[in-house]
Every structure is written in structure tokens, then in C-alpha cells.
Nanobody, 112 residues
Framework: QVQLVESGGGLVQPGGSLTLSCAAS????????MGWYREAPGKQRELVAT???????HYADFVQGRFTISRDNAHNTMYLKMSSLKPEDTAVYYC??????WGQGTQVTVSS
């Protein structure tokens, strides 16, 4: 089973940017769907963005054009480029493969 490791989280000021990475332990070429989810304190885990193997993407309504999901099959990595970050984006961000496998998460904190 593929293992996923997120990185790139941190503390950023409102309006700032971060790029998250999700590195897979094996080829992601055959993974049909990958996604980013987030979980804020006291809230349920929610979908942020999804990308399929054919390149089709889907974003949650709250993204509002601020985030971009991508995948690099050659380097077995998925990305989430986030800009115009808001305090309400503060959460642990998780990557997922085929709605089955989760990474350990990376903390994103948006605060002045």
C-alpha cells in the first residue's frame, strides 16, 4: 500500500502563500484520484481539492480560486499551492490517495 508524506506547512500571515507537497512511496501513475483534506480544531475533516488521473480537478466552494491542486506523476508527488490565505484556513492538511490512504498531515497556521 502506498505511503504518503505531507510537507510544506507552517505559519503564514493573512494574505500570504504556502505550497504543500504530498510525496508518495511509490508511483502515483496508477492512482485514480488524489486529494487534499483539512481538519480544523473542533471541526470535521473536509475536502479541499481533488485531482483525477486524467487531470480533472474539483475544489471546495470555500477555495474561491485561491488554491491550485496539481500532481507530478514523474516525481510521485501531489501539490497544493495556496494563496490569499485567511485565518479560517488554519488546519491540519492531509493528502489522500484513492479515498483510502492518508498521510500524517501538516499544520497550516494563518495568523498575524
Amino acid at each position: 500500500q502506498v505511503q504518503l508524506v505531507e510537507s510544506g506547512g507552517g505559519l503564514v500571515q493573512p494574505g500570504g502563500s504556502l505550497t504543500l507537497s504530498c510525496a508518495a512511496s511509490e508511483s502515483i501513475f496508477g492512482i485514480n484520484v488524489m486529494g487534499w483534506y483539512r481538519e480544523a480544531p473542533g471541526k470535521q475533516r473536509e475536502l479541499v481539492a481533488t485531482i483525477w488521473s486524467n487531470g480533472r480537478v474539483h475544489y471546495a466552494d470555500f477555495v474561491q480560486g485561491r488554491f491550485t491542486i496539481s500532481r507530478d506523476n514523474a516525481h510521485n508527488t501531489m501539490y497544493l499551492k495556496m494563496s490569499s490565505l485567511k485565518p479560517e484556513d488554519t488546519a491540519v492538511y492531509y493528502c489522500n490517495a484513492n479515498l483510502r490512504t492518508w498521510g500524517q498531515g501538516t499544520q497550516v497556521t494563518v495568523s498575524s
